[in-house]
Nanobody
Framework: QVQLVESGGGLVQAGGSLKLSCVASGRTFSDYPMGWFRQAPGKERKFVTVINRSGTQTYYGDSVKGRFTISRDNAKNTVYLQMASLKPEDTAVYYC??????????????????WGQGTQVTVSS
């Protein structure tokens, strides 16, 4: 089992920045590629970004490419999501995820082994 706890969400104005963190406990953190997904009200949960076990490979969804950055610190069992140039359409609950394998642009919800509880990000216009 892996437990994932996100933090760092909140309310920010359009154009602003936020940094989300996700701390893992349980099994060996570096065994898992890690990802971020998000779910807006009334919509399905969607892929945002993924990072491989060592942190050397990343992939971003088109809607966040160039604005969001994923990183990880295996010594701290933590994955981060730095979000910049935020837009109202980025408003969603953001979920941290531990994946069974690194799928790059093919990463889907069905590949997730463990989910965090989510953290709300609200971007005002």
């Amino acid at each position: 089992q892996v437990q994932l706890v996100e933090s760092g969400g909140g309310l920010v104005q359009a154009g602003g920045s936020l940094k989300l963190s996700c701390v893992a406990s349980g099994r060996t953190f570096s065994d898992y590629p890690m990802g971020w997904f998000r779910q807006a009200p009334g919509k399905e949960r969607k892929f945002v970004t993924v990072i491989n076990r060592s942190g050397t490979q990343t992939y971003y969804g088109d809607s966040v490419k160039g604005r969001f950055t994923i990183s990880r610190d295996n010594a701290k069992n933590t994955v981060y999501l730095q979000m910049a140039s935020l837009k109202p359409e980025d408003t969603a609950v953001y979920y941290c995820a531990a994946l069974g394998f690194y799928g790059g642009g093919g990463t889907r919800s069905k590949d997730v082994r463990y989910w965090g509880q989510g953290t709300q990000v609200t971007v005002s216009s």
